[in-house]
């Protein structure tokens, strides 16, 4: 068993600063019973509760195993591409961190890791629920779809590269989103090619995704803490991500800082669709069971830093906004 605590401090050089507040309040739980295995967190936010993953898993060798239940859709680099409290563009579209009903398989054996997934929806198996963790297809009047079934596939392979570790990989998923007022379905398919590279304590992350739904409009609504929003249909996600682990010393057992860029290309010329931006740059600081973030986030036509949606023309969104975001948490 286990949880976590956690308190957030926000300032926003565009609206009215949040200020202080308890964050998170979260129970984990996991435990294993010869080759069966299982693990659980729940969440507990401002205003909702919501799932993080409940899955259980059956170990088929000493190298792979299979998982049932609500669990990180393999795709892209992993577990995160990225480093800071904040995550990366990828996370608020769906393609970073996104949990969901399914069955995965991975096995990782030498410098090979291979996942495959199927998933029969999102965590809750409907797109009118907003207030969850992962970023879902989301049922709105405009926009009323939902995510159905989707199949997920990813290969990474490490190795050394002059005396550092090199992981390059490959994903791409492919599924359907329902419209729940006609029950047609449409097309959703997606694919990345990422790498990390390691040395001491500097890790450098690359990816490019692209994720499209073959739906009749341009935009797509989303959703996650409570509010949807619009994204573009059909994008181009590039990611760069620059960090660096500090040598232990003095109060703290580690220090790491880093800068995660990336940023939203919509493809077509759609009038209604623009490109957007994220960058984040901060320090994490760990002692025993804290471990606190310290992020400056900065964004242009981007949801959660002052804009209206990723990927879509709004008024207004046109500049570069930012936010000062430090998220204290204690982890037992």
Request: aromatic share 16%; hydrophobic share 35%.
């Amino acid at each position: 068993m286990g949880g976590a605590v956690r308190f957030n401090y926000g300032w926003l050089d565009y609206g009215d600063n949040p200020g202080a507040d308890l964050e998170l309040l979260r129970v984990d739980a996991k435990g294993s019973a010869g080759p069966a295995f299982f693990s659980l967190q729940y969440r507990w936010y401002d205003g909702f509760h919501a799932v993080h993953h409940a899955w259980a898993g059956w170990k088929l060798d000493d190298v792979s195993d299979v998982r049932v239940g609500i669990q990180q859709a393999p795709f892209g680099l992993l577990p995160y591409a990225s480093q800071s409290f904040w995550f990366g563009s990828g996370y608020y579209l769906g393609i970073e961190d996104d949990y969901d009903l399914g069955v995965v398989w991975q096995r990782a054996e030498g410098p090979h890791q291979f996942h495959a997934g199927v998933f029969l929806a999102d965590e809750y198996g409907t797109g009118a629920r907003y207030d969850r963790y992962s970023f879902d297809v989301a049922t709105t009047d405009d926009l009323p779809y939902r995510e159905r079934e989707r199949l997920n596939l990813r290969y990474e392979n490490s190795r050394d590269w002059n005396g550092a570790e090199l992981a390059l990989g490959a994903s791409l998923f492919s599924g359907k989103v329902e419209n729940r007022i006609d029950g047609g379905k449409h097309g959703h398919d997606g694919a990345a090619v990422h790498a990390q590279w390691k040395r001491g304590g500097t890790t450098v992350q690359l990816q490019w995704a692209r994720y499209r739904y073959r739906i009749p409009e341009s935009r797509i609504a989303m959703s996650a803490f409570e509010f949807p929003f619009e994204i573009a249909a059909e994008a181009d996600v590039p990611t760069f991500n620059v960090a660096y682990a500090l040598p232990s010393s003095g109060w703290f057992d580690g220090i790491t800082c880093y800068n995660n860029l990336s940023t939203t290309q919509p493809v077509g010329s759609d009038p209604g669709l623009r490109e957007s931006w994220q960058n984040v740059t901060g320090c994490s600081f760990s002692k025993g069971p804290m471990f606190t973030y310290v992020d400056w986030i900065a964004g242009k036509n981007m949801w959660f830093v002052g804009g209206s949606g990723i990927g879509i023309e709004e008024p207004g969104s046109d500049r570069w906004r930012s936010r000062l975001n430090i998220n204290l948490g204690f982890y037992f």
